[in-house]
């Protein structure tokens, strides 16, 4: 099975910085990385997948690169309503797993 | 606009069967870009893939999960169902439901349910 560790676990910040999740593979998983945004009392939603493409509906301060092992997610100009928990999940291969998420308090 | 809806008991009693129903609104079922996956979240913690389904029948189930998961689809009322056997407090979690793109498109879960929490407890 694939493990998707992601870092750091938690981080505080302030509105209007930078934050950079980074979430890495176990093995090789090309570019089949999804991440998502977790809210207080939500179902996760979707950012983005194939590692870059960003969804029509998520802002444009929201950015994902990486391949094979290593992803990052990086929110730009942090905005109060972006304090929530994000997940990376691999796609590459069954069975789907997701990192143990990235809080991301004040 | 699709929407999915879980449904089900909240409380059960370990041992017993939990039976999970995901209704699809606003959209058909059958489609061949598409699976349906439950998805479950334990209080606090992380989230844990359980299984997706097509259409036609075609499922995947996480094998890190005991035996006993069983996830069907009835295209005549939209729906896709999960159940689960002999359940334990370690099964307590709200559970999703969840579109999932096919292989090509990258198994990504872009629409979900809202959750419903399923308790176990004596």
């Known amino acids: 099975d694939i493990q998707m560790t992601q870092s750091p676990s938690s981080v505080s910040a302030f509105v209007g910085d930078t934050v950079t999740i980074t979430c890495r593979a176990s093995?090789?998983?090309?570019?089949?990385l999804s991440w998502y945004q977790q809210r207080p009392g939500q179902a996760p939603k979707l950012l983005m997948y194939a590692a870059s493409n960003l969804l029509s509906d998520v802002p444009s301060r929201f950015t994902g690169s990486g391949s094979e092992t290593e992803f990052t997610l990086t929110i730009t100009s942090l905005q109060p309503e972006d304090f929530a928990i994000y997940y990376c999940?691999?796609?590459?291969?069954?069975?789907?797993?997701f990192g143990a998420g990235t809080r991301v308090e004040i | 606009q699709q929407q999915l809806q879980e449904s089900g008991p909240g409380l059960l009693k370990p041992s017993e069967t939990l039976s999970l129903t995901c209704s699809v609104s606003?959209?058909?079922?059958?489609?061949?870009?598409?699976?349906w996956g439950w998805i479950r979240q334990p209080p606090g913690k992380g989230l844990e893939w359980i299984g997706s389904i097509h259409y036609s029948g075609s499922t995947f189930n996480n094998p890190s999960l005991r035996s006993g998961v069983i996830i069907s689809v009835d295209t005549s009322k939209n729906q896709f169902s999960l159940r689960l056997t002999s359940v334990t407090a370690a099964d307590t979690a709200v559970y999703y439901c969840?579109?999932?793109?096919?292989?090509?498109?990258?198994?990504?879960?872009?629409?979900w349910g809202p959750g419903t929490l399923v308790t176990v407890s004596s």
């Open positions: 606003g959209d058909s079922i059958i489609s061949d870009n598409y699976y």
């Open positions: 969840a579109r999932c793109g096919i292989a090509a498109a990258g198994r990504q879960f872009d629409n």
């Open positions: 999940q691999q796609s590459h291969r069954f069975p789907l797993s």
């Open positions: 093995q090789p998983i090309t570019r089949w």
